[in-house]
């Protein structure tokens, strides 16, 4: 019988397998970022990962960026910052008739809990994760 860690590292290799796969079909991502781009990079994700604080515009101005896309991958921290900033940006794309999905920010919080607070931290849990499983 698996592991709780085992389960978990499981869970988040398919998880980071469906973003792997929605980003490679031209989904962008959007992260808070720079460091939350870089973690992501490592997890294997080579699309186009879009980052807010790091555009050097506005947030409708950031929006605009997004809209030639007509969806997104919304993955902001999963603190309450990262939780407001998210069900913005939700809602101002949405009403851009960009559709928004929030589903793999919601799925990783559930799945790290405490472990984890941000995007930037995935990477190094997952390694930690392997080398628990590995042993």
Known sequence: MP???????????????KLIAKSKRGMPIIVEGRKDERSLRRLGIEGNILCMKSAGVGFFDFIE????????IVLTDFDREGKQLSLQLLKELTSNRIKADDSFRKQFRALCR???????????????????VVA
């Open 3 to 17: 592991s709780a860690h085992e389960r978990i590292y499981e869970r988040m290799e398919r998880l980071i397998q």
């Open 65 to 72: 960026r997004v809209k030639p896309s007509r969806e997104a």
């Open 114 to 132: 405490s472990e984890v607070r941000s995007v930037e931290e995935l990477a190094d849990y997952m390694e930690r994760l392997r080398q628990i």
